[in-house]
Every structure is written in structure tokens, then in C-alpha cells.
């Protein structure tokens, strides 16, 4: 069966990143109607961590859910916007790991840049994230002379290389996945988004 995305890009205007996971976990899953809605999953704690100096920043007390509204003001204040690489998937298994969706329909990621004309980075949240940005920068990509100018080559986790979508060079950082399956503690992930947010939003 294939599953149509079920949230709207969020594109605050004056939005300096991108940030780009895979596609939403079944709703089943979900704590709130927003980008990375699994309890389980630890991005919003990252970010607490990152910005407040407190993992349990955007948690909601007393419930095993996230604060929704706290998140839109922040992300919103702060310039960051959220989406995914696929419009559409299949699962291949009843759960939420990126191993086993197939991308059906990928997001065109240049339409979303052209709505967000300050943006001047994206950072993809995992491997399948990273692998469908790359290819669709490799095969759409006029202006570049090689695969490795078109994007085609995804840098490594924790790094960042130079992407030509459409004509637009944007930054692109590869940060570790937020997902507790990946071998990685909550603090060292932390670090790393660390880095990135420094660069992206120097003080």
C-alpha cells in the first residue's frame, strides 16, 4: 500500500535550514500532529539539549508527549524548517525503521527551497534521508561537471559538503539519526547537531 505524507511542509519565511528526515512513523506512533512525533525518537531532546541545556525542554509534564506549540514558537523564532525526502512510501514491515521503506514518490526539495529564499543549509536526520537528497541532486543537478559536485557522494555522518539543487548551492550536513536504534548516545548525538547549529546559526 502505498502512504500519501500526512503533514504539510513547515516553512517558516525567513527559515535560514532545512531539516529533512525520511517520512513520518505510522500514526499509531505518534505523540502529537508534528515532525518527529515518536516518543521514542530523541530529536526534540537533542534540541532541548542544544538550545536550553535541558533534554526534556519540549516535553510535555506529566505525559508521554511532546509540546507542540512550544516547538512552532521556537522553530518559527529560531529559522528552522521541517520535511521529508518522500512524498510517498510503501513499508515493506510493519514498523518505523528506514531500512524498510521503499521511497515511491521523492520531494521535489528545489520547489521547497524556492519557498524559503534565506535558507542556506539543510541537514538530513538519517541514512535513507541522505541517500534520497544525493540521488535527487545527482540526476537533477544542470549546472554540475561532476557526481561529486552534483551531491552525488553524501558526506559522512557529522559532516557537510556543498549540493547543487536546481542551481542553488546550498550546505548540506549529515547529523547522526535521532532514532534510539541508531548506536549513538543521546549526548554525543548532541555534539554533533552542536556543531552544526553553531555554523548554521553563528552567534
Not at 526534556?56 to 524548517?81: D, S, V, W, Y
Not at 535558507?119 to 545527482?138: D, P, R, S, Y
Request: aromatic share 10%; glycine share 6%; net charge positive.
Amino acid at each position: 500500500m502505498i502512504e500519501p505524507h500526512p503533514l504539510q511542509p513547515f516553512l517558516p519565511h525567513d527559515a535560514r535550514l532545512l531539516m529533512l528526515g525520511s517520512f513520518p512513523p505510522q500514526q499509531k506512533r505518534w505523540s502529537m500532529e508534528f515532525y518527529y512525533p515518536n516518543w521514542t525518537n530523541d530529536m526534540w531532546r537533542i534540541v532541548g539539549q542544544v538550545f536550553f541545556g535541558d533534554k526534556h525542554h519540549f516535553e510535555l509534564p506529566g505525559c508521554k508527549a511532546f509540546n507542540k506549540e512550544l516547538l512552532i514558537a521556537f522553530l518559527t523564532r529560531q529559522g528552522i524548517a521541517l520535511y521529508d525526502t518522500a512524498t510517498a512510501v510503501r513499508r515493506l514491515r510493519d514498523n518505523a525503521s528506514d531500512k524498510y521503506l521503499e521511497v515511491v514518490t521523492p520531494t521535489d526539495i528545489p520547489s521547497l527551497l524556492a519557498r524559503l529564499p534565506h535558507c542556506q543549509a539543510i541537514v538530513t536526520t538519517g541514512e535513507k534521508a541522505t541517500q534520497t537528497l544525493c540521488h535527487q541532486a545527482a540526476t537533477s543537478s544542470q549546472a554540475a561537471t561532476s557526481q561529486q559536485a552534483a551531491g552525488a557522494v553524501p558526506p559522512p555522518v557529522g559532516g557537510s559538503t556543498q549540493l547543487n539543487l536546481g542551481g542553488r548551492i546550498i550546505t548540506l550536513y549529515r547529523m547522526p539519526s535521532s532514532s534510539r536504534a541508531y548506536p549513538l548516545s543521546l549526548e554525543k548525538k548532541a555534539e554533533a547537531y552542536q556543531k552544526m547549529f553553531s555554523e548554521v546559526f553563528p552567534q
